[in-house]
């Protein structure tokens, strides 16, 4: 008897199982074709804009790109942090100072203020105010007209380069206190990957050439990898010995 139970209780866990896996199925498919859809409705938008019908290009270089650039600059403030100097008592855990999502977040907001302000500043595409919004909506998805990234954007959005820097490296340090053991270098060198990673995609290499240069003056020993010989790699790519596009920890720390 208790096996013929054990049996029924087995098939109704099962089939618990197995629907479950099938609303969480349907619930991935709906996520991948919406994304899909809205990834081709910007498209379309940056066609409508830009002659040449590289929307759907530029859109997949851009979240290759800056993907993985949060990524390395979460781990840089944070990861890179925790190994080199331990969980300091004297700091918050990440879980009480800002989830990583939140932190994500905040360089993700970063990212679009930076990426509009490339824009402008070498006067790509001619300048256009609409880019702002297109990639806040690329970037940011459903949160992109939220009150409080709204309010964000436009802070960046008044402030120069270098005051943009600063407005950063303060709210990423008061959500994330680790972050003010990173070497200074890195947020120098991080508005610059953001504008690589929109000239690439953009494909303007000559500017990417450029950029590059600018990251070589503040951070010279980069030009000294034998593997990538500091080159701009496609967006999304890193050179595994000195982490171009944003550097390894100790690279950055030789600056110091
Ligand atoms: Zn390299």
New binding site residues.
Partial sequence: MAGAMRGVDDRLSIARTVAWADVRSEWLIMKILSGAHRFDELAAEFNAQVPGDRGLRVATSLTAGLNFLRGQMFTRVHNDVERRFGCDSMLAPLSQSGSEAHVKSEIEVFQVAQGFACLREHQLLSGGAWFGDWLAKLRLAEGWDGSQVRRRLSLYGELDADERRLAFSNILERRLPEARLAPLVVYRLFPLAVDLCIVLALDDFLLANEIRHRQATILPILLD?H????KPLENGER?M????PLWKFDWLNASD
């Fill in positions: 990898c593997e990538c010989h500091a050179c010995s000195c982490g171009n």
